[in-house]
């Protein structure tokens, strides 16, 4: 709910600055991320230099202050400014309110018990702050000492996510005996309506449930990802489409979770490059199988050249 009203104020920012003809969201990504905090708050203090304005990006910012400042030539009427300071002040009231979720959130989290209260072992990759800490707990840190396993290793599964699959599904997975139950309880796995030997539909069931919702969105943000997870999903898109392929990355996901919680394993991620070459023996494979059942032999163009 917080979230949503948040989102809403946002876009009442947006309106007040492209009244103005400030089109700051051209050259930042997020006008509520870093640079776009910055700039608003100097416009709100007074400031209309655009060149000013624009020193304030950060480091990270990939456009330049002069392309910044072009964006921030505009007309700053009293009515606009009053109308982006109202947004702004209501925005951050909503990011305090988060705030204090996370914190009791995070207070419930933090009374289960550990099974271990070593540190998870290194990444391989720099984590921000605000990729793993919530209400000034590391979840990363948090959810290992609970399971004994680095579900941040896994592609996708940020914090938000895993917060959701915990309260949700929890940790202990002894209620479902294999991964298929488990997929099969979130309503994730493919469809079994047939008739007379014959399949009708392979469509998923239709689920409320907030883990299978959780599992989607973080299958969602592996639409661009080098993993191997993330070439699964775009092999699958290219098949069936956006939805089919959300879909499949989510049942997948689930699957994972379920066996690292389930048998303590460590995920260990391939890349792309080995998903792609094992996907490649196993096409071989499959045509080799059905060129002998025709009677041929399957031969590499390269031997056949020489």
Known sequence: MLVQASSMHIQHMQKALTQMNLRLSNV??????????????AILNGERNAEVL????????????????????????????FALRQAFELYEVYQEKLK??????????????HQTEAEPPPLGRKLR????????VDVRSELYKQTGVDLFRVPGLGPETLLTLSGEVGTDMSPWKTEKLFSSW??????????GGKILSR?????????????????ASLRSSPTA????????????????????????LAKIYYRLLKYGEEYVEAGEKAYEE?????????LAKQAALLGFTLVAAAAVST
């Open 129 to 136: 702050a605000r990729d793993k800490v919530r209400g000034e």
């Open 28 to 41: 930042v990504s997020d006008i509520t991320g870093v640079t776009g905090t910055r700039i608003i708050k």
């Open 100 to 113: 204090d979720c996370e914190r009791e959130l995070m207070k419930v989290v933090q009374q289960r018990p």
């Open 278 to 286: 094992r996907y490649q023996q196993q096409r071989v494979k499959a």
């Open 186 to 195: 979130l309503g994730l796995c493919p469809g079994t309506k047939e008739s």
């Open 203 to 219: 469509r998923t069931k239709k689920s409320r449930s907030r883990a299978a919702a959780a599992f989607r969105i973080a299958a």
């Open 229 to 252: 997870l993330g070439a699964f999903y775009r092999r699958i898109r290219a098949r069936g489409g956006e939805a089919i392929a959300v879909t499949a990355t989510a049942h997948k």
């Open 54 to 81: 624009a020193s304030y990006r950060t480091k990270e910012c990939k456009q330049t202050a002069a392309v910044i400042a072009q964006s921030l030539l505009g007309n700053y009427r009293v009515e606009h400014l």
